[in-house]
């Protein structure tokens, strides 16, 4: 790969701010590009060879056995060449960090991981254009959370359930910042995360647990409640869709007869039939209105199994003798295509994932005794969730106090889309409102924003447009305190299983919408890209308005419409949300 000059840099960013300066906001509808955000602060060059970073000493981060194992010049996630560093925190957290051997522009990222993560990689996710990341400005680090591979054998270790729950996130960042130090002969100056799924909950696990490790946060469908969401919510799905003989009821081939219907129901209530649910809470819809009609034939509607099934899926599990929720909320009105794969398999013979998903988690990580368990040993009932409670505050990132966070100057962009099928969007509504509860709404508008994208499903990809760059906001925020207002998205890339370009292995996706989780052949949906849409998003409780003039495909048609904020149900877990010290930790 080439080698930037200094003046090839400095043409880079010339032209990046030529173009982002012909798209600014001249009309007042149109979405705005963030261009100061971008300008680099001084572009730094390294004051000592890479293989220099070999013998920097890190058992002040982790220990005895911590250590850098490999430092070599090559190529990474980031244009331009890099110093790429592994190496380890003992006993068994795998890093790796990505420093830029030219264009570093100051700024350090730390990227998540997905699932039970266990590999090691750097994906910059919902960084759709960004300017810094497209030329190469950061400092790019991830972890592997303290284990390999895609099961819990790990989890009977306790100091590696430790790591996964907050310890391999918080001390990556520590190291890496330790090699930027040793490596430019100075500090980063701003320090960035950005994770999806598992990574949004290891996002908030920094900003709750470790609020000085970083000055801005974007946080994506975080499985916040991670105990609930990997029994609870995985479980009920599976046990909803399975017959008296563990055969499934629901197969995908079915779904778009749902989808059509909850269209024909729901899609216009925003004024704009386009196939897409923009506000599902408004949605009122029944699926016993698809359950055939005498003589029917069923190419058209559902059996009345299969319509029940659905309905438990949107109304989750509920105790049987007080009816209290389980579950915060299951996945919304419009997100039924994206089923496929997940809670619903293609064929009458292939596995349910969800039961992966619980049998993966359950056991040493969520059971309080340690044992296995699948979603067929769970009993949906309150006495159930109080026992999968006893790890909530070790795992969990729902605490809504982050007093340390915003005193540190901190922000934090939270963002979800509306056909998620893994994590009810609901979840971070919830914990939008009560970060606004504990904090006040006047401190919170300082320093915290959600964005939810109707029709995207988990982390990316769906009906609705997904790609958007929330990095570069936050990083505006954080550096000139510019408040975002509304973000950009475009219709993206993709392959023709409805999984977006780069990610074919499906299953429990991960940090950015990296699947973390193989899911069976054969399981993923069938559902091509719908038109090239662009598309305004704002702040939470706001939704977009189409002007009704002009292409409804084009964002300039588009402006801020009125507020719709979403009623969260009292469930089981209500308590999640309150403010917690968090179990002892070994750090």
């Known amino acids: 790969m080439t080698t930037l000059t200094p003046l090839t840099l400095l043409t880079r960013w010339l032209l990046v701010l030529m173009l982002l300066a012909g798209s600014s906001m001249t009309d007042a509808r149109r979405p705005a590009a963030v261009s100061t955000a971008i300008v680099p602060t001084t572009a730094i060059v390294p004051t000592r060879a890479c293989d220099a970073l070999k013998t920097i000493d890190l058992t002040a981060v982790g220990g005895a056995g911590s250590s850098v194992t490999t430092a070599a010049e090559g190529t990474g996630a980031q244009p331009g060449t890099m110093c790429v560093v592994e190496g380890v925190i003992a006993p068994a957290i795998r890093f790796r960090v990505e420093l830029p051997l030219r264009g570093w522009t100051e700024r350090y990222l730390q990227t998540g991981c997905g699932g039970l993560c266990g590999n090691l990689r750097i994906t910059v996710g919902a960084a759709d254009g960004c300017p810094i990341a497209a030329a190469g400005g950061f400092v790019l680090a991830s972890t592997d959370m303290g284990h390999e591979g895609m099961d819990s054998a790990w989890a009977k270790d306790p100091r590696k359930r430790a790591d996964f729950a907050y310890r391999g996130v918080h001390l990556t960042a520590v190291a890496a910042k330790a090699l930027i130090r040793t490596f430019y002969g100075r500090d980063a100056r701003y320090a960035y995360f950005s994770g999806c799924s598992d990574g949004g909950r290891e996002a908030l696990v920094e900003a709750q647990r470790f609020p ?5 946060i974007v946080a994506g469908a975080p499985a916040m409640a991670f105990t609930v969401q990997n029994s609870m919510f995985h479980g009920w799905q599976a046990h909803a869709n399975t017959d008296a003989g563990g055969k499934p009821i629901l197969l995908a081939g079915r779904l778009p007869i ?12 925003d004024g704009l039939a386009d196939g897409i649910v923009a506000t599902p809470s408004t949605c009122r819809f029944d699926p016993v209105s698809t359950v055939c009609r005498a003589g029917q034939s069923t190419d058209t509607c559902l059996t009345r199994d299969e319509a029940t ?26 997100s039924e295509l994206q089923w496929a794969g997940v809670y619903v398999p293609q064929g009458a013979k292939q596995p349910i994932l969800s039961n992966m998903i619980v049998s993966g988690a359950m056991g040493p990580l969520i059971s309080p005794d340690g044992t296995p368990a699948t979603a067929a040993d769970l009993i949906f009932n309150r006495a159930t969730f109080e026992k999968l409670a006893t790890h909530h505050t070790f795992y969990d990132a729902t605490s809504p106090d982050l007093t340390g966070f915003q005193r540190h100057g901190g922000k934090l962009i939270l963002y979800h889309g509306w056909a998620d099928p893994h994590i009810s969007p609901l979840n971070t509504i919830a914990y939008h409102d009560a970060v606004r509860r504990q904090m006040g709404a006047r401190v919170a508008d300082g320093f915290e924003r959600l964005y939810l994208l109707p029709g995207m499903s988990h982390c990316s990809g769906g009906e609705g447009p997904s790609a958007l760059d929330l990095l570069t906001p936050v990083i505006d925020w954080v550096e000139h305190d510019r408040a975002p207002d509304m973000i950009a998205t475009r219709t993206a890339a993709q392959t023709r299983s409805g999984s977006p370009i780069g990610d074919r292995s499906g299953g429990m996706t991960g940090s950015n919408g990296r699947a973390n989780v193989g ?69």
Not at 312 to 332: H, I, M, N, S, W
Not at 546 to 560: C, I, L
């Open 258 to 269: 749902l989808h059509a219907a909850v269209l024909a129901a729901c899609d216009a209530g």
């Open 519 to 587: 899911r069976p052949a054969g399981m993923m949906p069938a559902v091509l890209a719908g038109p090239k849409r662009t598309r305004p998003i704002y702040p939470y409780p706001y939704v977009a308005a189409y002007s009704g003039k002009g292409d409804p495909n084009d964002a300039v048609n588009w402006s801020r419409g009125g507020a719709v904020p979403v009623a969260i149900p009292v469930w089981a877990g209500s308590w999640y949300f309150r403010p917690y010290a968090g179990e002892a930790r070994l750090d």
């Open 309 to 334: 099934v659905a309905r438990r899926f949107y109304e989750g599990p509920r105790d049987a003798k007080t009816g209290v929720r389980l579950t915060q909320g299951g996945p919304q009105y419009g």
């Open 212 to 216: 000085d490790d970083f000055d801005g």
